[in-house]
């Protein structure tokens, strides 16, 4: 089962998608030196150098209502979580019985 854990420490980030394919798969140590994205004049693209090759983008926002997530994978096993349990009393569970009984209803008709 999957679990998702919010974070200790509070920190920004910027999630950068890359649509194309880059025979890696491991981390990158992506400093300022190797990944320096420059935005247009008029603020609608970017562009940025990975490995050589020249990627062209642009800023999106997501739509009202959403909100995003950036997760890691751990081994890490969560206790189970409590909750509270609604509970009904004898007599309630007894009322509802009385009230849609289908043999009640055979009987009476």
């Known amino acids: 089962m999957l679990a998702i ?6 920190t920004s980030c910027v999630a950068n998608v890359l649509p194309c394919r880059i025979q890696h798969n491991g981390p ?3 400093t300022t030196r ?6 247009s004049s008029d603020g609608q693209t970017n562009t940025a150098y990975f490995r050589g090759r020249k990627l062209n983008g642009k800023t999106v926002n997501l739509p009202e209502g959403y909100r995003g997530a950036i997760l890691q994978k751990t081994n890490t096993i969560l206790p189970p979580t ?7 009393s004898l007599e309630d569970e007894e009322e509802e019985d009385q009230k849609s009984s289908p043999l009640r209803d055979l009987v009476a008709g």
């Open 5 to 10: 854990k919010k974070s200790e420490k509070s």
């Open 28 to 30: 990158v140590n992506a």
């Open 34 to 39: 190797h990944w320096t994205p420059e935005s």
């Open 82 to 88: 409590i909750t509270p349990s609604t509970s009904t």
